[in-house]
């Protein structure tokens, strides 16, 4: 409100006036914020303490519920489904960060420089990651295949034997990565465009009248200057592949066995196929802190990225 | 990284270097046109992938090697979604709740957009963001069962009440951020001239923001409209949403590909269009919050 204060002061000049007025808007201002201040208690602060809540009982859908304090965390904490679930969730998000990283910030290093169609190439390139999840899932579903699946026939051609992609079990995360990658290598590319576009341009330009060579350029200039940039992706990234749900259960089902079950897979099951509203609160909960930590991480690094630019 | 390429070039060019620094330019040429075409093929080709599936018939689908261009092209599979999925009806449940959802977060949320930004209440927003960042499912289970409780479960109404979950905070994200870079003079004037906070918002505030609001609606709505998980659950058969239809109805009713494609561009297209409508301002929304669809 601070600006405001000398404009205004043409019109009160007591001060007492002056702060009864800014008072008053400040009031009118809060008022503007009443309506989705209910909404958002109604839909998101409710479901949260809900959740939290109904986690200290044992309940499904259409039984009575039963108190049984932290019983349910203490479930989880020995429930090999869950834990194996947590080491999924961890396998899947590495590889899901780390790739999308590299690949994204190649991208964006090509995209930088100016060559002919880029913007129409961009376009292109940024389309998977507003595509609906589900129709791209099941377009990769049949890509799959393993006998009519077209991923298949291009190993062939490469000379390569056929994969069971999805359906072996130590194959079927990195094959769910390969679609997240394809997804979400855009976003990460975006952001780091935005970094590169914000560069300075001198460090170059002496770099270069050292003599220094196009990798030295990249490795000793672009990439620690676009460091806190490759920061925030990483933690989006992080944060969207903790998440990940409607390409592993649209493709996978968490299968084979329980092979690809993540945390999101196996809440999803213990709510809604089993009902087990009581115990699936509690998972809710453990996500809930995971994710929050991440989430703190993220305005806790772009705050330090602001400050070194 | 472009003046840094063609100013390398004409130092190593002189003289004595010319011709094996023409050939080493050649080649890194060569090697930036073989980066671009293995970054973008990926996206074109599973595009392409599925609008060759949609409009083949089956027997070309499921050939061994595969049949990559349609011939002739059949526009058999869209008809039949349509005529025999009832796709028509999911895509309007999809208009509805989707643009309900919208709606209602617009109404909501530009004003709440506009107090925060003015009030300069930046943890409101950052509460935003850790609800954005909240997994879908997690509203999902309480929202279910109050539903269950008040009857409302398999209604249009409880999905676009759901929805709001993943409208209301972009539009305020969006139109917080937006508001606060307005110049603040003109609203001084109007406020100096006797409107009240209302009128000021409504007169002056509300029509410079309109760039902000279009950006804010149309993210909004891609993201509820992509939403898959809360139609999988609380709709009842004939009340779901798009992806939830695709998935549930189409894929345990039949497995052939073709139709299922054809579902799929029906489901993706309206959100790539408008994607190439706001392409820029898309870009920066996103990459400025680093939000996105729950």
Same mark, same amino acid.
């Given at each position: 409100?601070?600006?405001?204060?000398?404009?205004?002061?043409?019109?009160?000049?007591?001060?007492?006036?002056?702060a009864?007025?800014?008072?008053?808007?400040?009031?009118?201002?809060?008022?503007?914020?009443?309506?989705?201040?209910?909404?958002?208690?109604?839909? $998101?602060?409710?479901?949260?303490?809900?959740?939290?809540?109904?986690?200290?009982?044992?309940?499904?859908?259409?039984?009575?519920?039963?108190?049984?304090?932290?019983?349910?965390?203490?479930?989880?904490?020995?429930n090999?489904?869950?834990?194996?679930? $947590?080491g999924?969730?961890?396998?899947?998000?590495?590889?899901a960060?780390?790739?999308?990283?590299?690949?994204?910030? *190649?991208?964006?290093?090509?995209?930088?420089?100016?060559?002919?169609?880029?913007?129409?190439?961009?376009?292109?390139?940024?389309?998977?990651?507003?595509?609906?999840?589900?129709?791209?899932a099941?377009?990769?579903?049949?890509?799959?295949?393993?006998?009519?699946?077209?991923?298949?026939?291009?190993?062939?051609?490469?000379?390569?034997?056929?994969?069971?992609?999805?359906?072996?079990?130590? /194959?079927?995360?990195p094959s769910?990565?390969?679609?997240?990658?394809?997804?979400?290598?855009?976003?990460?590319?975006?952001?780091?465009?935005?970094?590169?576009?914000?560069?300075?341009?001198?460090?170059y330009?002496?770099?270069?009248?050292?003599?220094?060579?196009?990798?030295?350029?990249?490795?000793?200039? =672009?990439?620690?200057?676009? &460091?806190?940039?490759i920061?925030?992706?990483?933690?989006?990234?992080t944060?969207?592949?903790? +998440?990940?749900?409607?390409?592993?259960?649209?493709i996978?089902?968490?299968?084979?066995?329980?092979?690809?079950?993540? $945390?999101?897979?196996y809440l999803?099951?213990?709510?809604?196929?089993?009902?087990? #509203?009581?115990?699936?609160?509690?998972?809710?909960?453990?996500?809930f802190? #995971?994710?929050?930590?991440?989430?703190?991480?993220?305005?806790?690094?772009?705050?330090?990225a +602001?400050?070194?630019? | 990284?472009?003046?840094?390429?063609?100013?390398?070039?004409?130092?190593?060019?002189?003289?004595?270097?010319?011709?094996?620094?023409?050939? +080493?330019?050649?080649?890194?040429?060569?090697?930036?046109?073989?980066? $671009?075409?293995? @970054?973008?093929?990926?996206?074109?080709?599973?595009?392409?992938?599925?609008?060759?599936?949609?409009?083949?018939?089956?027997?070309?689908?499921?050939?061994?090697?595969?049949?990559?261009?349609?011939?002739?092209?059949?526009?058999?599979?869209?008809?039949?979604?349509?005529?025999?999925?009832?796709?028509?009806?999911?895509? *309007?449940?999809? @208009?509805?709740?989707?643009?309900?959802?919208?709606?209602?977060?617009?109404?909501?949320?530009?004003?709440?957009?506009?107090?925060?930004?003015?009030?300069?209440?930046?943890?409101?927003?950052?509460?935003?963001?850790? &609800?954005?960042?909240?997994?879908?499912?997690?509203?999902?289970?309480?929202?279910?069962?109050?539903?269950?409780?008040?009857?409302?479960?398999? =209604?249009?109404?409880?999905?676009?009440?759901?929805?709001?979950?993943?409208?209301?905070?972009?539009?305020?994200?969006?139109?917080?951020?937006?508001?606060?870079?307005?110049? +603040?003079? /003109?609203?001084?004037?109007?406020? #100096?001239?006797?409107?009240s906070? *209302?009128?000021?918002?409504?007169?002056?505030?509300?029509p410079?923001?309109?760039p902000?609001?279009?950006?804010?609606?149309?993210?909004?709505?891609?993201?509820?409209?992509?939403?898959?998980?809360?139609? &999988?659950?609380?709709?009842?058969?004939?009340?779901?949403?798009?992806?939830?239809?695709?998935?549930?109805?189409?894929?345990?009713?039949?497995?052939? *590909?073709?139709? /299922?494609?054809a &579902?799929? @561009?029906?489901?993706?297209?309206?959100?790539?269009? /408008?994607?190439?409508?706001?392409?820029?301002?898309?870009?920066?929304?996103?990459?400025?919050?680093?939000?996105?669809?729950?």
């Open positions: 409100m601070r600006p405001t204060v000398t404009s205004t002061a043409n019109i009160s000049n007591s001060s007492a006036l002056r009864a007025f800014l008072r008053r808007r400040r009031r009118d201002f809060r008022l503007f914020t009443l309506p989705a201040l209910v909404v958002i208690c109604a839909v $998101i602060l409710f479901p949260w303490l809900f959740t939290v809540w109904m986690s200290a009982f044992d309940w499904k859908i259409g039984s009575v519920a039963h108190f049984v304090g932290l019983d349910n965390y203490a479930q989880l904490a020995t090999q489904r869950f834990l194996e679930a $947590i999924h969730t961890f396998y899947f998000t590495l590889l960060v780390a790739i999308p990283l590299v690949l994204g910030t *190649w991208a964006a290093l090509v995209f930088h420089r100016e060559f002919p169609f880029r913007g129409v190439l961009r376009s292109v390139f940024t389309m998977p990651m507003m595509a609906t999840p589900v129709a791209v099941l377009v990769w579903t049949m890509m799959f295949h393993p006998q009519q699946g077209v991923l298949n026939y291009v190993l062939s051609l490469a000379g390569l034997p056929p994969s069971l992609w999805v359906y072996s079990p130590t /194959l079927v995360i769910l990565v390969l679609v997240e990658i394809w997804h979400w290598t855009p976003l990460v590319m975006l952001i780091l465009l935005g970094g590169l576009a914000s560069l300075p341009t001198e460090p330009e002496s770099a270069r009248l050292d003599g220094a060579s196009e990798w030295q350029l990249f490795r000793y200039i =672009t990439l620690p200057l676009l &460091a806190p940039f920061v925030v992706a990483a933690v989006i990234r944060i969207d592949a903790v +998440k990940a749900f409607d390409t592993i259960y649209v996978s089902q968490g299968g084979p066995g329980t092979a690809s079950e993540t $945390i999101n897979l999803y099951l213990q709510a809604f196929a089993f009902y087990n #509203i009581g115990n699936a609160s509690a998972v809710v909960v453990v996500f802190v #995971i994710i929050l930590a991440l989430a703190l991480l993220l305005l806790y690094v772009r705050q330090r +602001k400050w070194v630019q | 990284m472009s003046n840094a390429a063609s100013s390398v070039d004409s130092i190593s060019c002189s003289a004595a270097f010319r011709r094996p620094a023409r050939l +080493k330019r050649a080649l890194r040429k060569l090697a930036f046109a073989a980066s $671009i075409v293995v @970054i973008v093929s990926p996206a074109i080709l599973v595009f392409l992938w599925m609008l060759s599936l949609s409009l083949k018939n089956e027997v070309d689908n499921l050939a061994y090697p595969p049949v990559f261009i349609p011939s002739p092209p059949t526009f058999r599979n869209f008809v039949q979604v349509f005529a025999e999925n009832s796709l028509g009806l999911y895509f *309007w449940n999809s @208009i509805v709740v989707s643009g309900g959802a919208t709606l209602l977060a617009l109404l909501v949320g530009v004003p709440a957009g506009y107090g925060i930004a003015r009030l300069q209440a930046h943890r409101t927003t950052v509460l935003i963001l850790i &609800a954005r960042m909240t997994p879908a499912l997690s509203y999902l289970i309480p929202l279910y069962a109050v539903f269950q409780f008040l009857g409302l479960n398999n =209604t249009l109404t409880a999905l676009t009440i759901t929805h709001l979950v993943i409208t209301v905070p972009i539009i305020v994200y969006i139109m917080a951020g937006y508001f606060e870079t307005l110049p +603040k003079e /003109l609203e001084e004037a109007a406020l #100096i001239d006797g409107g906070v *209302w009128a000021m918002f409504r007169y002056v505030a509300l410079l923001a309109r902000g609001i279009v950006v804010g609606t149309i993210l909004a709505f891609i993201f509820s409209w992509n939403n898959f998980v809360f139609g &999988a659950v609380l709709a009842g058969r004939a009340t779901r949403t798009l992806p939830a239809a695709v998935y549930n109805v189409l894929t345990f009713e039949q497995l052939a *590909w073709g139709p /299922l494609a &579902a799929a @561009i029906v489901v993706t297209l309206p959100v790539l269009l /408008l994607t190439v409508v706001i392409q820029k301002e898309i870009v920066a929304g996103l990459t400025h919050g680093g939000v996105k669809g729950a």
